[in-house]
């Protein structure tokens, strides 16, 4: 598969994704951890320029928080850009980023069940599956029903789980990249200035 011609430089895109707001007042029982600015640059370029799954295709961020996916998304090409999310106060800041760039992403305050129509690509972090049991899978799930393709983060301890959970599923998935996710001190029971998370990204379709 040829690359599509670089027309946003990774770190341009990088800058603009770290100008969206992390979560304002991030909910525990959501685990809502804001994606690095230069760990959603790096999907997001890969998944544009060597997998061709950004320009010109239907994105959906799947509990996209601020939606520095779906911005990013926007920002290289994308359209239509849906992001969902059940927190009215992040996607309040994320539409007013993308109204400042003048992107048009539709943002909707639901849960990512509701989703009905179909997708090219699915963009997603979700929750890591610590506070509610499974909460990881009930995206992939959605994510399967609705995409073709999928770009999903995952903490690298769960990945022989993921793994046999996508095989059951009919699901093909590769390994984009394994790498440390800085967590800063958000919830009471952080007790470090920042924690880092080992963490996977991965590429999934469907057999």
């Known amino acids: ?92 800041s994320a539409l007013s980023y993308s109204k400042r760039l003048r992107l048009k992403v539709d943002w909707i305050v639901g849960d990512i069940e509701t989703v009905r129509d179909p997708f090219d690509t699915v963009m997603m972090n979700p929750p890591f599956g610590t506070k509610r049991e499974h909460a990881d899978i009930r995206f992939l799930r959605v994510a399967l029903e609705v995409g073709k393709v999928i770009y999903s983060i995952h903490k690298s301890t769960t990945h022989s789980f993921i793994s046999r959970w996508l095989k059951d599923a009919e699901a093909e998935f590769e390994m984009l990249m394994r790498t440390k996710m800085p967590i800063p001190h958000q919830y009471n029971f952080h007790h470090k200035r920042r924690h880092v998370v080992v963490v996977d990204v991965i590429r999934i379709v469907h057999c």
Not at 2 to 17: G, T, W
Not at 21 to 31: F, I, N, Q
Not at 61 to 84: E, H, K, W, Y
């Open 1 to 92: 598969m040829s690359p599509l011609e670089i027309s946003v430089r990774k770190r341009d895109l990088e800058m603009a994704l770290q100008a969206v707001a992390p979560h304002p007042k991030p909910k525990v029982h959501l685990e809502q951890y804001t994606t690095p600015a230069d760990i959603a640059a790096d999907i997001l370029f890969r998944a544009c320029y060597t997998y061709k799954d950004i320009r010109d295709r239907s994105v959906l961020d799947l509990g996209s928080g601020t939606g520095r996916l779906a911005i990013g998304a926007a920002l290289l090409g994308a359209a239509p850009v849906v992001g969902i999310d059940l927190d009215a106060t992040s996607m309040r």
